[in-house]
């Protein structure tokens, strides 16, 4: 497994996922404790800078497998 070093959150993160993680938590507290993929929003989570943040912590492997 590789040893991950945390880079600085990206900007969309900081922002945007933010604001999600508190709806997110939220919903969380008011009883809602299965969620779904489609809950959490690809236009953050998946979005080009945090991918590209992911791969170069990960040095470009899978952090598992290598």
Known sequence: MIAI???EEPE???????QE???L?????AG???FKSKDFKSSI???KTVKEALEKM?????CFCE
Request: hydrophobic residues 15%.
């Open 58 to 62: 990960q040095y470009y492997k899978c």
């Open 5 to 7: 070093q945390r880079c």
């Open 25 to 29: 938590c939220l919903a969380y507290q």
């Open 45 to 47: 989570y998946a979005h």
């Open 12 to 18: 969309k993160l900081k922002t945007s996922g933010k």
């Open 32 to 34: 809602k404790h299965e």
């Open 21 to 23: 993680t508190k709806a």
